[in-house]
């Protein structure tokens, strides 16, 4: 058998290039010049998204940090306190990109930005200071803290540009070795099921086409193929319905209602994951443990270990193509 790639090993696979981490061949871009410039817009990038994927409200301007700070510090109650929280880290990120767009500004009038400059400093403390509290934020499905999004911005901050990218490639394997757990545990739950027939090629179909998007970025022209095919395969499985006799019994409309939304749950969170494209262990971990409760109750002793922790190889096709590289 031959030996596994080290991590970083880049090869082109089907004419597009591509770098190992973790048992995934991840397609691979050429990072933009590491300019203040470039951080800024990928700082506002990150910080834009990371909003899109927690909790309403905590998008607080950076110019009302000072009052963010106050309410959180006067706050008793903890579970208003954990709120106040998640808003002051909203505060302190964008008063980080603040401070980096006026960097950018005096860079581009000819000032000299170097690292010790009090800026900087400044937004690497805001930027610290929100990571610490950002383990109060829930993502917005409200199941779980997502803390892999609000390392980014400081990485993006404190790492070169091409080491903020091969740091995104490891988190990505991550994220597909989720996506490809739930499809694991998902084909078992519903192996024996004759209510969900045929099940296994559509979730197939869809971790496929979730690790495919993972991978992409939005300006990447492939784009129009990805999320079609991604879209597409979500309605697939989402949509699908049991089969029951006319005359089932009460047990049976049981495994009815909940493999159903066991499957739509189990869809929705491989959504959210994809949309992320960090890993969401906790929700991944709860979600695994219902489909193993779900298969005990109907089917009996599940076929893989209770914790799913499934080591799967990178895709069939990439396996063949690399044997001509």
Request: net charge negative.
């Amino acid at each position: 058998m031959s030996k596994q790639p080290d991590n970083g090993t880049r090869r082109v696979i089907l004419g597009e290039e591509r770098v190992f981490y973790d048992g995934y061949w991840i397609k691979s871009y050429e990072p933009p010049s590491d300019t203040l410039e470039t951080k800024r817009r990928l700082i506002q990038a990150l910080t834009r998204r990371l909003f899109n994927h927690v909790e309403h409200g905590i998008n607080i301007p950076g110019s009302r940090l000072d009052e963010a700070r106050a309410a959180y510090t006067a706050e008793t109650d903890p579970e208003r306190k954990r709120v106040n929280g998640a808003m002051l880290a909203g505060a302190l990120f964008n008063r980080a990109a603040d401070i980096f767009t006026c960097l950018v500004e005096l860079q581009s009038a000819g000032v000299e930005i170097g690292p010790d400059n009090s800026l900087m400093r400044e937004c690497g403390h805001c930027l610290l200071e929100a990571l610490d509290l950002g383990k109060m934020v829930r993502h917005r499905s409200g199941d779980e803290g997502i803390d892999e999004l609000w390392g980014e911005p400081f990485k993006a901050f404190s790492m070169t540009i091409e080491d903020f990218y091969d740091s995104r490639y490891l988190k990505i394997a991550m994220t597909m070795r989720d996506i490809d757990r739930i499809a694991v545990v998902l084909k078992d739950t519903f192996a024996d099921s004759r209510q969900m027939t045929d099940i296994a090629p559509k979730i197939d179909g869809l971790a496929d086409a979730a690790k495919r998007k993972c991978e992409i970025l939005r300006t990447d022209p492939a784009i129009f193929d990805v999320w079609p095919t991604f879209a597409v395969a979500i309605d697939r499985l989402g949509h699908m319905s049991p089969v029951l006799p006319r005359d089932a019994s009460a047990e049976a409309m049981r495994e009815a209602m909940e493999g159903l939304a066991l499957l739509r749950d189990g869809t929705e969170l491989i959504g959210s994951i994809v949309r992320a494209r960090v890993p969401m262990p906790k929700s991944t971990r709860e979600f695994i443990d219902r489909c193993l409760l779900f298969r005990m109750t109907f089917f009996g002793a599940p076929a893989i270990a209770s914790n799913a922790d499934t080591t799967l190889c990178p895709p069939a096709s990439c396996q063949d193509d690399l044997l001509e590289v």
